[in-house]
């Protein structure tokens, strides 16, 4: 533990931690936009700038570790580079959150005043449109903080987006200006996740307009595979259906990280022809609903019937790619020792 | 394209990620301009990201650029010069933003090659002496040349001399090259040595006209650094478009690797691909190590962490090539070259309206006034303005013609002497047009990482270019904002600096901007 100085209040923080993370747990929030805990510091929209005793300049707490007896302010004239940078963000951003996400940039123009004095006339970037149906982009929306690039960098470690170009030039776009389809992307949405503007967004045919932080969050357990990422689905309060999948960076194991499925493969949910109950084939040859006790009588009965008739070795089982480590474990065991078959298999090896 | 050709290149060319500035260079040379089908087979065959290689190919100005491009020069020099009519007239040619020989300007290149041919005007000074001309290793040597290299001073008794001269870096920030030594000394781990010889500064050439006229002393002070800091690699980190000087250091690091002179050590050229912004030491070493020129956070200073995380003494070409005549005649005769106080002599790149534009080494203190006067050939009409250092030094108006080209002599004027590169306008260019035009290089050259740089140059220069028609799109006090913001939260030099000259600009001609007072039009 070292000790320092927080608007002239003695506290502690651990040895070498970030400016921005210590003033947070003594409840003093200093705003970034370029910042991501998943990702390593980049101090670059210098949203965060920190006066520090002896320091010539004013440093990016985002950035910057404490040291034993720094003396950091975080008020006073230094909020006014707050309310310029936003001025300066704000001059070329010409497209507020396009697919209702929400917008950091925004939220601090409100709290501190700040307004554009004008819009940079060189502001508009190429359009860009993807055909692919998951991820949009408005690179009007961008204000180059580079989360989103390297987040694909840093975490993902693939190839889908790039920082190209220098000075007013400089854009982020899918590598050579690809749809993501031909890039390495597998669209598992991390860099929209990143997005402190929403100019990278879920592209869904209805319900997301609506604006993210009007929907209600439920928290639960992706069903998608053994991992169990922990996720929020997200319901239009009206329809109470799902509309989007998003989950934060405190939630174990996933770190807030999700999948191509995880993140947008929830449409079943509403689906009509989702099973909602269990259905047996009659003598008719359709299928009919019935309990659950009725279909694993069923089912049990009709395997014991194969194997009197054939052998254990005429059965086979195939486990979902869905169950858990300990269900794929139970699956065999009934296999070897309830059924006496070796014939076990998961769609999750190969 | 030729893919048969292109495929037995890719195979020769080396994998580590610290050679991909080299191998996107000689893909470019050898098979053209670096598009997406060639940026991604070098990438596959280096094991780098698709999309890593696509970000550095994107940076740089030249990569995605024939080898054999026309690039007319539009620095401010140039421009004031006759550089857009020469752009107007010269088909197919590419407007870049400084080429480094405003002593000809308008200056052109056609590949490899300069137009109007180069020439040199300068003098032979105490320290350097450009007047040498070295045309090989055995005439340095006859010129008492490798003496110290043969005969190598311990390295206390370098640092001593280099504080007792007070020789401080002559690439623009002045920092005591003897304290610089000593630190990376003093680090744990084997060093690096770099040569900065990024020259981009607008009007300045001093570090060209060593590299072309004494290519031998650059490396025999290199070497120096090297062996007595125990650094076995050193670097020399070139701009692209310094081709005679690419030549002359080729052939001199050949000629003492022939004698001899390079046992147990390695000096690389290291030749960049067109970014301004390169030339920042922490962006220098990001370009070196495969990826974007784009400015560390500071600290760690490069003397502590630095080329590949190790300590490195990162000097501008200038400063080493005062180190042999201060070891030899010592650092306190050094000194007492300047005037009025000033310690030493400088390279001082004398451009526009003068009479010899050119390089000279004359003691550092002397004025505006003595330094055309006496050297380049006086002033060839009534001065308009004069930029005393480089693009982000100031904008200095006729009155200081007679003000001490130090920090002390120019504080009064809110400017530096930066890179000592004189820049003299006539009264026909308008500050005004001067200092757009310098918000132009600004915000094109910006690496884009930190809003202040990116947007708040852009900004300006928008803002001056509607201000020579009378438009004003920002107030007085808006524009003092964003410069303080500008100054105090850039993360590196260019940022910080570019200020300077808009607050010159305002203060000496304050009807020039008139508009912005009355608000917003």
């Not at chain 2, 000593?182 to 060593?210: C, M, W």
Request: charge should be negative; include cysteine; aromatic fraction near 6%.
């Amino acid at each position: 533990m070292v000790e320092f100085t927080l608007d002239g209040r003695k506290v502690d923080a651990n040895e070498g931690e970030l400016i921005v993370h210590a003033a947070a747990r003594h409840g003093t929030f200093i705003p970034t936009l370029c910042h991501d805990d998943k990702l390593d510091p980049y101090g670059g929209c210098r949203m965060c700038v920190v006066d520090v005793e002896g320091a010539p300049r004013p440093l990016p707490a985002c950035a910057t570790r404490i040291t034993e007896g720094m003396a950091v302010s975080t008020n006073g004239p230094i909020t006014d580079f707050q309310r310029t940078l936003t001025e300066m963000l704000l001059s070329e951003h010409l497209s507020t959150s396009p697919g209702g996400r929400p917008n950091e940039l925004l939220d601090l123009a409100n709290e501190l005043g700040a307004e554009a004095p004008f819009v940079l006339p060189d502001a508009k970037r190429e359009e860009y449109d993807d055909r692919n149906q998951l991820m949009g982009y408005d690179p009007d929306a961008c204000i180059l903080c580079n989360r989103c690039v390297r987040y694909t960098q840093e975490v993902m470690q693939c190839s889908a987006l790039s920082l190209e170009g220098r000075g007013g030039d400089a854009r982020i776009v899918p590598t050579w200006g690809l749809s993501w389809l031909d890039t390495e992307c597998e669209l598992c949405g991390g860099c929209l996740s990143v997005c402190p503007t929403g100019a990278i967004y879920e592209k869904f045919e209805e319900g997301t307009k609506a604006p993210e932080r009007s929907l209600e969050q439920v928290r639960t357990t992706c069903t998608f595979c053994g991992v169990g990422c922990q996720v929020d689905l997200n319901l239009d309060p009206q329809t109470k259906h799902i509309v989007k999948v998003t989950s934060k960076s405190e939630y174990l194991p996933n770190e807030g990280n999700l999948c191509v499925k995880g993140r947008f493969a929830f449409n079943f949910v509403h689906h009509p022809d989702r099973l909602t109950q269990p259905l047996v084939r009659g003598d008719d040859g359709e299928l009919h609903p019935t309990t659950w006790e009725h279909a694993i009588e069923t089912t049990a009965t009709s395997l014991k019937k194969t194997i009197a008739e054939h052998g254990s070795q005429s059965v086979g089982f195939l486990a979902s790619a869905r169950l858990t480590n300990e269900e794929n474990y139970l699956i065999q065991k009934l296999a070897r020792t309830g059924v006496g078959t070796n014939s076990v298999h998961s769609c999750e090896s190969t | 394209m030729d893919v048969l050709r292109a495929t037995v290149l890719l195979a020769e060319l080396p994998l580590e990620r610290t050679r991909l500035l080299d191998n996107l260079g000689r893909i470019r040379r050898e098979i053209g301009p670096i598009g997406p089908e060639l940026s991604d087979a070098l990438a596959d065959h280096m094991n780098i990201r698709r999309g890593e290689v696509h970000e550095v190919v994107s940076f740089y100005s030249f990569l995605q650029v024939s080898a054999d491009a026309v690039r007319v020069c539009t620095g401010p020099v140039c421009d004031c010069f006759g550089a857009r009519e020469l752009l107007e007239r010269t088909p197919g040619a590419i407007e870049v933003a400084c080429l480094g020989h405003c002593d000809l300007a308008p200056a052109m290149t056609r590949g490899d090659e300069i137009v109007p041919q180069v020439t040199h005007s300068t003098n032979n000074g105490p320290a350097v002496g450009l007047g040498a001309r070295d045309e090989t290793l055995a005439e340095y040597a006859a010129r008492g040349g490798l003496d110290l290299l043969r005969n190598l001073p311990p390295l206390e008794r370098i640092v001593g001399e280099l504080k007792a001269s007070s020789l401080a870096g002559f690439g623009g920030a002045g920092f005591p090259t003897g304290v610089k030594w000593e630190a990376v000394s003093q680090e744990q781990g084997l060093p690096f040595v770099v040569v900065n010889a990024d020259e981009g500064e607008p009007g300045t050439i001093k570090d060209r006209y060593v590299m072309e006229l004494r290519p031998h002393l650059l490396i025999e002070a290199t070497l120096i650094a090297m062996r007595s800091l125990d650094a076995t690699e050193g670097y020399i980190y070139l701009r692209e478009e310094y081709a005679t000087a690419r030549q002359r250091l080729f052939r001199g690091i050949e000629e003492f690797q022939a004698a001899g002179l390079l046992e147990g050590l390695s000096l690389e050229l290291v030749i960049g691909a067109g970014a301004y912004i390169a030339g920042e030491e922490t962006a220098m070493l990001e370009s070196m190590e495969g990826r974007r020129a784009m400015p560390r956070l500071k600290p760690p200073f490069p003397s502590q962490v630095g080329y590949l995380g190790r300590p490195t003494l990162i000097n501008n070409v200038e400063t080493l090539a005062h180190i042999p005549a201060i070891l030899r005649n010592g650092g306190e005769w050094w000194a007492d070259l300047g005037m009025r106080g000033a310690s030493g002599t400088r390279l001082w790149s004398v451009t526009g309206a003068v009479g010899t534009p050119g390089c000279y080494e004359a003691p550092s203190g002397l004025t505006t006034r003595e330094l055309v006067d006496e050297y380049a050939g006086g002033f060839t009409g009534d001065v308009g303005s004069i930029v005393p250092g480089g693009a982000a030094s100031g904008i200095l108006p006729p009155a200081a013609i007679d003000a001490p080209l130090t920090r002390d002599g120019l504080r009064e004027y809110d400017a530096g002497p930066g890179s000592a590169a004189v820049q003299v306008f006539p009264t026909s260019y308008s500050p005004l047009r001067l200092l757009a035009e310098t918000m132009r290089f600004f915000a094109e050259e910006s690496c884009q990482k930190c809003t202040p740089c990116r947007i708040g140059n852009r900004a300006l220069h928008h803002l001056f270019e509607e201000l020579v028609h009378g438009k004003a799109a920002m107030t007085r006090e808006k524009v003092d904002e964003w410069l303080l913001a500008m100054e105090k939260t850039s993360i590196c030099g260019l940022g910080q600096s570019s200020p300077f000259p808009v607050r010159n600009a305002m203060e000496w001609w304050p009807e020039l901007f008139a508009p912005l007072e009355q608000g917003v039009a």
